[in-house]
């Protein structure tokens, strides 16, 4: 089973940071350095650079931090080789957790071992689970799962941790990884009433079955307190900044049974997934949509009463229920941003591949002989050949979140109608300088999405990009009204302001951008990267050392340190080079890079330095009368601006400067 999902992933562990991964991983300072793990559990604002998204998952970040320390950075193999280890784990424990649940239906040991073996292993291979396997950030879902395992084998296979209840410190540490682990104790009930007690669940309501109903509620009240202590835990220590995503709790709700009906026949024909899917919420409970949901999930509660009620088909009936248990916390009231998202199928696939497989293997006993060796020989064969297919789509779901452009690309044929999806495609390509096609896609998503901050942005870079600065400007401001609690959108209008050497407008956008998000490192780097440029060495100072109390040992923030100290701009280095080897025209390039800094008497001496070593230099000349201008020393001005335009007739710039030194030196003798 290990070998085979080893060989199933072997093409997974380069695959890219995508979506989520950006400001929980890449642009989080805090997983940068391993003594900020305290923090972790103190502050669930280190978990993301986005507001919205900082949620209280401590375990999730320690284990982010502990990669990156592995890998020395980004490394992507470090990145998945952990949660692959922890998925393999997950797998071994089910196998035992399974073999305890068959062996409670039947009396053939061998059968519950090998049905337990080859339950894992479908899970293991399945297409479906790869959404979790891959999605970097989505190792909340695994961690949570595994604890929610371990914990049931701890509590089945070791008296010593039954008796002294340790078997809840699993569930503690699960939690802190993600929320649902605490959907263990109503499970753990459900074990113990099937399983232990060997009661129906229409024993429930019977008078004469209080007393083991009683027993029941005893053993699984220690996991139900610790369960709702972890919950309020959790939720107060969760950032107030964390939004759930969705608007109406109703709608939501009502559109779940359908959601569910999809994640089951996911189980079996896996061909529909998707990073990002384009499924829209139910307005009306009169949706036929909700009556095929609706009918599914009474016919399989009806299913799970009834298999209840004999041990044979009880493995079946505690598949059922864990199935819905472990969507509540995803497909109930809380209206979370997607209708639904493939990574979810993780914790409930563990309950619902139990019913599936027990079922089958009940059937095929008593319908096969199974005695015939023949029988026996094309079983092996129709399993072997049914593994193989779903771990070659395991491989392909691979591929597919291979980069950037393969995930997005898979998601515009799967959900065409996914506007964030058809962005983010456009979005692959102009990282790769295909403007044209971005544009495309960005206006099919603008159809379906006129309102999205993201989209307004990612339109005002590729506008920047082609050189439409009028367009990208007005995009920008269009993405920061729309989305003014948006971090990313005051980053990127400030990004683009100090592309265009306009660095104290640029300054306010990355204040507010950090404001909003103080651990989002590409706004802070942006931010002392132009505070260098200007030479505002106080506030660079400031930064660089709060930086490194963050994310000690950081090579940027090291640097900019060093630069505030010694005083040393990006335009004196540039200086120290050009007195190194003297041309014309790199002094003319320093003169220009003065007069965009505000520094314009030395934007002045250095076109002089220019005018040395090239005397007709009419572009020296326009420098020097520009500076000047800006000096308000027009006299000087017009001298420098005259010169330039004898030298060159036709110099419309030189001719617009002199124009306005002489309007400026006219007002100022009136």
């Given at each position: 089973m290990v070998l085979l999902c080893t060989i199933t992933y072997l093409n997974h562990f380069e695959n890219a940071f995508h979506f989520d991964d950006s400001h929980t991983i890449q642009n989080n300072a805090?997983?940068?350095?391993?003594?900020?793990?305290?923090?972790?559990?103190?502050?669930?604002?280190?978990?993301?650079?986005?507001?919205?998204?900082?949620?209280?998952?401590?375990?999730?970040?320690?284990?982010?931090?502990?990669?990156?320390?592995?890998?020395?950075?980004?490394?992507?193999?470090?990145?998945?080789?952990?949660?692959?280890?922890?998925?393999?784990?997950?797998?071994?424990?089910?196998?035992?957790?399974?073999?305890?649940?068959?062996?409670?239906?039947?009396?053939?040991?061998?059968?519950?071992?090998?049905t337990a073996l080859l339950t894992a292993t479908w899970y293991l291979l399945h297409p479906a689970i790869a959404e979790t396997v891959n999605y970097i950030i989505a190792r909340a879902d695994l961690q949570s799962t595994l604890c929610v395992l371990l914990a049931f084998v701890l509590y089945i296979y070791s008296p010593f941790w039954r008796k002294t209840y340790l078997y809840n410190l699993p569930i503690v540490i699960g939690t802190l990884a993600k929320p649902p682990s605490v959907i263990f104790a109503p499970?753990?009930?459900?074990?113990?009433?099937?399983?232990?007690?060997?009661?129906?669940?229409?024993?429930?309501?019977?008078?004469?079955?209080?007393?083991?109903?009683?027993?029941?509620?005893?053993?699984?009240?220690?996991?139900?307190?610790?369960?709702?202590?972890?919950?309020?835990?959790?939720?107060?220590?969760?950032?107030?900044?964390?939004?759930?995503?969705?608007?109406?709790?109703?709608?939501?709700?009502?559109?779940?049974?359908?959601?569910?009906?999809?994640?089951?026949?996911?189980?079996?024909?896996?061909?529909?997934?998707?990073?990002?899917?384009d499924w829209q919420l139910l307005h009306s409970i009169a949706d036929w949509r909700f009556f095929v949901g609706m009918t599914f999930v009474l016919s399989m509660i009806a299913i799970a009463f009834i298999t209840s009620r004999k041990a044979q088909l009880r493995p079946i009936s505690f598949g059922i229920l864990w199935f819905f248990l472990a969507l509540l916390p995803t497909s109930s009231i809380i209206p979370l941003a997607e209708v639904l998202n493939d990574h979810r199928m993780c914790?409930?696939?563990?309950?619902?591949?139990?019913?599936?497989?027990?079922?089958?293997?009940?059937?095929?006993?008593?319908?096969?002989?199974?005695?015939?060796?023949?029988?026996?020989?094309?079983?092996?064969?129709?399993?072997?050949?049914?593994?193989?297919?779903?771990?070659?789509?395991?491989?392909?779901?691979?591929?597919?979140?291979?980069?950037?452009?393969?995930?997005?690309?898979?998601?515009?044929?799967?959900?065409?109608?996914?506007?964030?999806g058809l962005m983010n495609y456009g979005l692959s390509k102009m990282a790769k300088g295909d403007y044209v096609t971005a544009d495309i896609y960005y206006q099919k998503a603008l159809k379906l999405l006129p309102y999205y901050p993201s989209l307004y942005i990612n339109m005002g870079i590729l506008k920047a990009a082609t050189g439409h600065a009028h367009e990208a400007e007005r995009y920008f401001k269009t993405g920061i009204a729309y989305g003014n609690s948006l971090p990313d959108a005051y980053l990127f209008y400030g990004r683009y302001l100090k592309e265009q050497k306009r660095y104290f407008e640029a300054i306010p956008q990355f204040e507010k951008a950090l404001m909003l998000s103080?651990?989002?490192?590409?706004?802070?780097?942006?931010?002392?990267?132009?505070?260098?440029?200007i030479g505002n060495w106080d506030a660079l100072k400031e930064m660089a050392n709060n930086t490194l109390q963050i994310s000690p040992g950081n090579k940027d923030a090291l640097y900019y340190l060093d630069a505030a100290n010694k005083k040393t701009n990006k335009l004196d280095i540039e200086a120290d080079k050009v007195k190194a080897a003297p041309t014309a025209q790199k002094y003319l390039d320093l003169?220009?890079?003065?007069?965009?800094?505000?520094?314009?008497?030395?934007?002045?001496?250095?076109?002089?330095?220019?005018?040395?070593?090239?005397?007709?230099?009419?572009?020296?000349?326009?420098?020097?009368?520009?500076?000047?201008?800006?000096?308000?020393?027009?006299?000087?001005?017009?001298?420098?601006?005259?010169?330039?335009?004898?030298?060159?007739?036709?110099?419309?710039?030189?001719?617009?400067?002199?124009?306005?030194?002489?309007?400026?030196?006219?007002?100022?003798?009136?």
């Open positions: 805090y997983i940068r350095d391993l003594h900020n793990i305290p923090l972790y559990f103190k502050d669930g604002r280190t978990s993301s650079s986005l507001p919205q998204n900082q949620s209280y998952r401590p375990v999730v970040s320690t284990s982010l931090a502990f990669d990156y320390w592995l890998g020395g950075g980004y490394n992507l193999f470090f990145f998945h080789l952990s949660t692959f280890i922890l998925f393999l784990l997950q797998g071994i424990l089910m196998v035992f957790f399974f073999k305890k649940i068959f062996n409670t239906a039947t009396s053939n040991t061998k059968l519950a071992a090998y499970l753990l009930f459900l074990y113990i009433l099937l399983f232990e007690e060997q009661l129906s669940l229409t024993d429930i309501f019977r008078r004469d079955k209080f007393k083991q109903l009683l027993a029941v509620i005893k053993r699984s009240a220690p996991a139900f307190i610790v369960c709702l202590l972890m919950y309020y835990w959790q939720s107060i220590f969760t950032p107030k900044t964390w939004e759930a995503g969705g608007t109406s709790p109703l709608s939501y709700l009502i559109t779940q049974p359908f959601v569910m009906l999809h994640y089951f026949a996911m189980l079996f024909v896996p061909n529909a997934l998707s990073a990002d899917t914790f409930p696939f563990v309950g619902l591949i139990i019913s599936v497989v027990w079922t089958i293997a009940l059937l095929i006993k008593a319908w096969l002989p199974l005695q015939v060796k023949n029988v026996r020989i094309t079983l092996m064969v129709v399993l072997a050949l049914t593994l193989s297919a779903y771990a070659y789509g395991t491989y392909q779901r691979n591929e597919v979140w291979y980069t950037e452009e393969t995930l997005w690309h898979d998601v515009t044929i799967k959900s065409p109608g996914n506007g964030r103080p651990g989002h490192l590409y706004a802070i780097n942006l931010l002392m990267d132009t505070y260098l440029e003169s220009l890079q003065y007069y965009q800094t505000g520094k314009y008497q030395q934007c002045i001496d250095a076109a002089t330095q220019a005018i040395r070593l090239k005397p007709d230099y009419a572009e020296a000349y326009n420098n020097i009368g520009s500076a000047y201008n800006l000096l308000q020393q027009y006299d000087k001005a017009i001298a420098a601006l005259k010169k330039a335009i004898a030298l060159k007739p036709g110099f419309q710039l030189a001719k617009n400067n002199l124009t306005q030194a002489q309007q400026e030196l006219a007002g100022q003798k009136h």
